[in-house]
């Protein structure tokens, strides 16, 4: 069973930095596209960034590109978020999701990290 | 990248039909056939409901139908049922990035 298990939210000032986590099972992890994407209180999904499958090639949302940071460690079987000089508007739920490359779609998402910008 | 716009809201009684318009640019919704569609409740991750514009995932029921026609993307749930009530999003590929929709929230009356 494909499991994608984000960890690392929490309450940060802002300006601070955090780190998200995001922990996959049941799936070839180092064959897959992975992405981020947030859901801010109120509003719609907002798509942010993704990493293929041997992390060289990253692309970003012009809204975060600069302040987060994608990376992955294939032996851990993870994939991370660094976030940067953080705005309350960075306030939102954090999912990770399996992008399945021959459809442009994504097929499995974890159950989501909130993080709260707030002094 | 400008989220895509879709109505706030939309309703229907069970067993009737409710479809949801998702507008982009020629530079997303209209330049490719990669629009995909996601399910979410209250609380829960998304689910892919359709992807490339009308393909329905395996375990998705027919009563979800995709189409496009130029720059909007359209969404049909046939005989709405209780658990069709939910938030649905489309997306788009953009050329190297991705757009959400602003979601619209489905309701069975």
């Known amino acids: 069973e494909v499991q994608l298990v984000e960890s690392g939210g929490g309450l940060v000032q802002p300006g601070g930095s955090l780190r998200l986590s995001c922990a996959a099972s049941?799936?070839?992890?180092?064959?897959?596209?992975m992405s981020w994407v947030r859901r801010a209180p109120g509003k719609g999904l907002e798509w942010l960034v993704k990493?293929?499958?041997?992390?060289?090639?990253?692309t970003y949302a012009d809204s975060v590109e600069g302040r987060f940071t994608i990376s992955r460690d294939n032996a851990k079987n993870s994939v991370y978020l660094q976030m940067y000089s953080l705005r309350g508007e960075d306030t939102a739920v954090y999912y990770c999701?399996?992008?399945?490359?021959?459809?442009?779609?994504?097929?499995?998402w974890g159950q989501g990290a909130l993080v709260t910008v707030s002094s | 990248q400008s989220a895509l716009t879709q109505p706030p809201s939309a309703s229907g009684s069970p067993g009737q039909s409710v479809t949801i318009s998702c507008t982009g640019t020629?530079?997303?919704?209209?330049?490719?056939?990669?629009v995909s569609w996601y399910q979410q409740h209250p609380g829960k991750a998304p689910k892919v409901v359709i992807y490339?514009?009308?393909q329905r995932p395996s375990g998705v029921p027919d009563r979800f139908s995709g189409s496009k026609s130029g720059n909007t993307a359209s969404l049909t749930v046939s005989g709405l049922q209780p658990e069709d009530e939910a938030d649905y999003y489309c997306?788009?590929?953009?050329?190297?990035?991705?757009?959400f929709g602003t979601g619209t929230r489905v309701s069975v009356l």
């Open positions: 999701a399996r992008y399945r490359a021959g459809a442009y779609d994504y097929d499995y």
């Open positions: 049941g799936f070839t992890f180092s064959s897959y596209w």
């Open positions: 997306c788009s590929y953009a050329g190297s990035t991705y757009v």
């Open positions: 490339e514009v009308a």
């Open positions: 020629s530079s997303d919704v209209g330049a490719y056939k990669y």
């Open positions: 990493i293929n499958p041997d992390g060289g090639a990253k």
